[in-house]
Nanobody
Framework: VQLVESGGRLVQWGESLRLSCQLS????????VGWFRQLPGKSRVGVGC????????FIDDSVRGRLAVSTDRSKKTVYLDMDKLTPEGTGVYYC?????????????????WGQGTQVTVSS
C-alpha cells in the first residue's frame, strides 16, 4: 500500500490550493482516506475525510466552508481543495488511509500514511 501526496507549495494569503493523494496497492471501495494537517510544533489534526464506498465526506468544523475532499476513481486519487488560505494554514499535510475506515478524523484510525506535502502561506 502506498499513499503519495503532492501539490504542496508556497502560496499567497487568500489563494486556493489543491492537494492530491495518489493511492496504490489498495482496493478502492471500502477504503477510507483522511487528510491531516501538522502545524509547526503541533500534533497532526484531521481536517477532512472520505469514505470511498459511498463517497461520503466529513469536514472538521474549524475549516468547514473552506476545505473540501473529493475523489477521482479512475485515477485512484483523493483531493483536498483549500480555499482562502491564511498563514495559519502553513504546515505539512498528510493523507492517511485504512481498509474499512468509514471516515473519521482520528489519526489512530489509519494504518497507511503518506510522506506529507508542505504548504506555506505567506502574508
Amino acid at each position: 500500500v502506498q499513499l503519495v501526496e503532492s501539490g504542496g507549495r508556497l502560496v499567497q494569503w487568500g489563494e486556493s490550493l489543491r492537494l492530491s493523494c495518489q493511492l496504490s496497492g489498495v482496493t478502492w471501495e471500502g477504503y477510507g482516506v483522511g487528510w491531516f494537517r501538522q502545524l509547526p510544533g503541533k500534533s497532526r489534526v484531521g481536517v477532512g475525510c472520505i469514505n470511498n464506498f459511498d463517497d461520503s465526506t466529513f469536514i472538521d468544523d474549524s475549516v468547514r466552508g473552506r476545505l473540501a475532499v473529493s475523489t477521482d476513481r479512475s485515477k485512484k486519487t483523493v483531493y483536498l481543495d483549500m480555499d482562502k488560505l491564511t498563514p495559519e494554514g502553513t504546515g505539512v499535510y498528510y493523507c492517511a488511509g485504512d481498509i474499512g475506515n468509514s471516515c473519521n478524523l482520528w489519526s489512530g484510525g489509519y494504518t497507511h500514511w503518506g510522506q506529507g506535502t508542505q504548504v506555506t502561506v505567506s502574508s
